[in-house]
């Protein structure tokens, strides 16, 4: 009988992740931008496409010149920054959140497929990703826009497939260190098919490392889709998108430095709170780590 005063998986996994403070912290910030994002169109003060000719390049309200009506100040159009980069949240983590699903779930059965046909089917599929391995992501990513064109939904496509390799290594590796375990053995012996083996005995084993694996994904999705925006590659204007905003921006990096350092400071705050939140995942779901070891 469990002892009434253990704590469940649940409130076990809490506590270890809160030990780690930089992952609290972390995901205090992303619950800030998601809140951000979901409340946009009542937390933004302005249209984040609405032009405000009297006020371009309007400095933050902290600096001379500035004015409070634009906290974060203008850019060259006269458009609030705020209010651009509080909308811009919903597409970063849109795209973050939308190409790993996409690249998760076929990675997933891709990598369970190797790894239950190591003979057969294994082998060309690891080849495919070490070929796909071997170019650099955002080359290929760049790549595969060109051919599909820019846009929102070609940049989560392209986004996924160069995250997809990962997901298949990873799961492979796992799914051959579960297959030598004692319960695989006896559900073969109990008669179970290849499918129940798959989804219902192994992968539910190796969801940790999956789960580590996402979550470090969607910084660099979040990377990534800045990347394309900043080449033009990705959501295109006026859509307010944090890379976007920062092609539009670095021609006046030198007479309006917030319209530059605003959104790359964003984007480096977002991919670092969500690093820290992997490592509070990996400290939490990983026996070694938990345990001290």
Known sequence: MMNASSPSPLGEFWQTFRRNK????????????????LCAPWLAPHDPSQQFRDALLSPPAWLDGGQWRFPLGTDELGRD?????????????LIGLA??????????LLGLIAGFSPRHLGPPIMRAMDVMLALPALLLAVAIVAILGPGLANTVIAIAIVSLPAYVRLTRAAVLGELERDYVTAARLAGARLPRLMFVSVLPNCLAPLIIQASLSFSAAILDAAALGFLGLGVQPPTPEWGSMLASARDYIERAWWVVTLPGLTILLSVLAI???GDGLRDALDPKLKNGL
């Not at 930089?22 to 994002?37: E, K, P, R, T, Y």
């Not at 190409?99 to 076929?106: D, F, N």
């Open 22 to 37: 930089g992952a609290l912290g972390g995901l205090a910030f992303m619950l800030l931008v998601l809140v951000c994002a």
């Open 81 to 93: 920054l705020l209010s651009r980069l509080i909308h811009g949240a919903r597409l970063s983590l």
């Open 99 to 108: 190409s790993v699903l996409l690249a998760l779930l076929p990675g997933v």
């Open 275 to 277: 690093n820290l939140i």
